[in-house]
């Protein structure tokens, strides 16, 4: 079975911290540049953060700079999203998605699609 299992999500105050994870089974994400994606009620799909093949770079989106953090860590086939200083905008359904290429652009083909886990930022 080749997948991506997000895990996670939940319930924040605004202004609180969460860590998604992706972790993925039969295949390794040593080969793969790792992107998360959102989507909240009523809008488009839009990437959030990425993190190439390497580790070595990095693009996220304006809105979450200096806010969400990605790693990877290949010895346990998982990438971390850790999030801090949410805000009720950052609400919305989080993926993962892996990609063969060595970058990790928003708009490249990806492979490999997690089911998505509910992140919901409200007091």
């Known amino acids: 079975q080749l997948q991506l299992v997000e895990s996670g999500g939940g319930l924040v105050q605004p202004g609180g911290s969460l860590r998604l994870s992706c972790e993925a089974s039969g295949f390794t994400l040593d080969y793969y540049a790792i992107g998360w994606f959102r989507q909240a009620p009523g809008k488009e799909r839009e990437g959030v953060l990425c993190?190439?093949?390497?580790?070595?770079?990095?693009n996220y989106a304006d809105s979450v700079k200096g806010r969400f953090t990605i790693s990877r860590d290949n010895a346990k086939n998982t990438v971390y999203l850790q999030m801090k200083s949410l805000k009720s905008d950052d609400t919305g359904v989080y993926y993962c998605a892996a990609t063969a290429f060595n970058d990790c652009q928003f708009g490249r083909r990806y492979d490999y699609w997690g089911q998505g886990t509910q992140v919901t930022v409200a007091s």
């Open positions: 993190i190439s093949r390497g580790g070595g770079s990095t």
